[in-house]
């Protein structure tokens, strides 16, 4: 390591030493940075400081030229971030006055700005130059620091060999650009590993998150904040750890209650006056701490003021996604995927950070199932606003898992609606899905906008990407289908891997989105798979079927009519079923050759199964039903 730091100490000296270029077009934006540097000697603000060397680097690739990035690092937020950090952005400035001389003349001032941001990224360097230091090649990693530019500035300036004046011009810039790298890469390097040793913390108090292991996430989390003490996710997710505690009744003894209530009210108050510009997510959490207090009408007080603020301060609070998305490019793991979905979540307002799920489920602990009904509604509404559909899967499975008996009554009639997904036509673009959606239910269903929940080959498990139909469907009347009229072309890469479908489609679910429905919508594959699965697990616990859905089958019918060639078998059961999702088979559903239903249809007050079959009727021996409470088999009459 002491190598290496004289390596790096060099490098400062060589850029140090070299003559400053005049900066008089830039008199105003270097005060405006050395008065930054100033204002932040005692208030280093780790996430801060790797924001905007990110996002610096990331705007030189995505502005047209040099006055537009000079007007983004004029606007830039250099609240918190490291001295020396900006110093480095001061050096940039001798190489934006060049650019700037360029300009005079169109034709040339277009190349050279398209060269100069071809020549990499210095923050991409340092990044690569870490890995390289941290694998062992101390020299190699930090010779590469000051080489990796260059060689990215030679390369774009050979394509612009025959162009003389652009050639002359990228030059200049060269020498310019040079000095930042060499100054700016150690300066880079070093708060990117400081970054990294917070967010292995960081990471794993998600990892524990996502097992439940609160206490753990309050140990991981506590020594992220050693690091980094103003650290913008730890103090989150600490917060959110001590009232899962809080509402495990892992802690019971009264006194201790009210310490850790207190230490949550700290915790907030420092978030709140910390970052004013990022208070939804702080306001969830008030709200969770309010409610466990007793305060019911301040807590949906501030769950209100936070679904406010999510939109509001969508920006700033995402503004550190692209680097989790560098990150990602560094490590692909289940964890990873996991991390990155639990940021967004915190800072988008879903899953346990949803305003409304949070409302939602203490409307139902006060036996409130129309008003937590209509929470879930307003949240997936408000995120109709935001693009997010990706995480739709992620809300669906938490109403599932903490919201169960309301969230299953917002359409009770999801058995007898399907979709059929097929290949798209000829006429269609090319890697095109075409969907049909078929309605066995008694009501019409109105407005009904559909997304596509597609887990492809390659991609880790449960991992869906989420695509819009495209068009909506007005009405769907009952006992009808209809197709969506435009295809959906599926654009796609995992891994440099552009997937193909249907080929690279494993598995494949909808979700439905109407005036009054949230629901998950299947194939017919995907339900009979899905009892399937059921019924196995139901054999291996050997559960009793509820005896309310006992007397419910007790009311059931089967007729029979054999034919010359095929057999027809009604199997009718009571309305009061389609609460417990039910699937019919002949025969056990995971016996060899179980007979599915031909059609299925809510008629009045009952379900009606109708099966056609070439089996004799001696080979016919039971019903199978199972539902998502149990499972139970009824012995078809041989007449």
């Not at 310019?176 to 100054?183: A, G, I, N, P, R």
């Not at 991981?220 to 650290?231: G, I, K, M, R, Y």
């Not at 695509?467 to 209809?482: G, H, Q, R, T």
Request: with cysteine; net charge negative; hydrophobic share 35%.
């Amino acid at each position: 390591m002491k190598i290496f730091n004289v390596v790096c100490f060099c490098l400062v000296l060589i850029g140090c030493s070299e003559s400053k270029n005049s900066v008089s077009k830039f008199d105003r934006l270097d005060k405006q940075l050395e008065n930054s540097k100033t204002t932040n000697k005692n208030s280093l603000n780790l996430e801060a400081t790797i924001k905007v060397i990110f996002t610096l680097d990331e705007a030189i690739k995505n502005v047209k030229d040099v006055q537009e990035y000079t007007e983004y690092l004029y606007k830039q937020d250099m609240t918190g971030v490291a001295p020396d950090v900006i110093s480095s952005y001061q050096k940039l400035l001798p190489v934006l006055d060049n650019l700037y001389d360029a300009e005079s003349e169109k034709e040339v001032g277009e190349s050279v700005w398209t060269a100069f941001s071809e020549f990499g990224s210095v923050a991409t360097v340092a990044v690569n130059s870490g890995i390289q230091i941290t694998s062992g090649d101390v020299i190699g990693g930090s010779l590469n620091l000051a080489k990796a530019g260059a060689d990215a500035m030679s390369l774009a300036g050979d394509r612009y060999e025959r162009e003389i004046e652009v050639l002359k011009k990228i030059k200049k810039v060269k020498e310019t650009y040079l000095e930042y790298v060499k100054f700016s890469s150690p300066i880079f390097l070093k708060y990117m590993t400081q970054w990294d040793k917070l967010c292995a913390q960081r990471d794993q108090a998600y990892i524990s998150l996502y097992n439940s292991n609160y206490q753990k996430v309050v140990e991981f989390a506590d020594t992220a904040l050693e690091l980094s003490p103003n650290d913008r996710e730890s103090i989150l997710l600490k917060g959110f750890a001590l009232l899962s505690l809080n509402n495990d009744n892992t802690i019971s003894n009264d006194e201790q209650k009210i310490i850790q209530f207190k230490e949550i009210e700290t915790i907030l108050a420092s978030y709140f006056q910390q970052f004013p510009s990022s208070t939804a997510p702080a306001f969830v959490l008030k709200g969770i701490l309010e409610y466990q207090k007793g305060e019911i009408e301040n807590a949906f007080t501030s769950f209100d003021e936070a679904s406010i603020l999510y939109p509001k301060q969508s920006n700033a609070l995402l503004d550190l996604v692209n680097i989790f998305k560098i990150r990602g490019s560094i490590f692909r793991s289940v964890e990873s995927e996991f991390i990155v979905k639990t940021y967004m979540s915190t800072m988008e307002g879903f899953g346990n950070f949803s305003p409304n799920f949070q409302k939602a489920i203490i409307h139902r602990n006060l036996g409130n199932k129309p008003e937590a009904i209509e929470e879930i509604k307003r949240h997936f509404f408000r995120r109709g606003n935001q693009v997010v559909q990706d995480y739709l899967p992620g809300d669906l499975n938490f109403c599932n898992k903490y919201l169960p008996t309301v969230f299953s009554e917002m359409f009770v009639k999801r058995p007898f609606v399907d979709i059929e997904v097929s290949e798209g036509s000829i006429i269609d673009p090319k890697n095109s899905l075409r969907v049909k959606m078929t309605n066995n239910s008694n009501r019409t269903i109105e407005n009904v906008r559909l997304f596509l929940c597609i887990h492809f080959t390659d991609s880790y498990k449960d991992n869906y990407q989420v695509f819009k139909v495209p068009d909506a469907l007005n009405s769907l009347a009952p006992y009808s289908e209809k197709d969506f009229e435009e295809p959906l072309e599926i654009i796609y890469e995992w891994l440099g891997n552009k997937k193909i479908v249907p080929e690279d489609i494993v598995k494949l679910r909808g979700v439905i989105i109407t005036d009054d429905i949230v629901s998950w919508i299947d194939e017919k594959d995907f339900k009979f798979q899905t009892a399937k699965d059921r019924s196995q697990e139901y054999n291996k616990l050997k559960t009793d079927l509820p005896r309310e859905l006992i007397s419910v089958l007790e009311k059931s019918e089967i007729s029979v009519d054999q034919g010359y060639v095929y057999n027809d078998i009604v199997f009718t059961v009571p309305k009061e079923l389609i609460n417990s999702e039910p699937y019919v088979t002949i025969n056990d559903v995971n016996s060899i050759n179980p007979i599915q239903s031909k059609s299925k249809q809510i008629d009045g007050q009952k379900l009606v199964y109708k099966f056609r079959t070439r089996v004799s009727v001696d080979n016919l021996k039971e019903i199978h039903i199972i539902t998502k409470s149990g499972s139970l088999k009824i012995p078809i009459p041989k007449s």
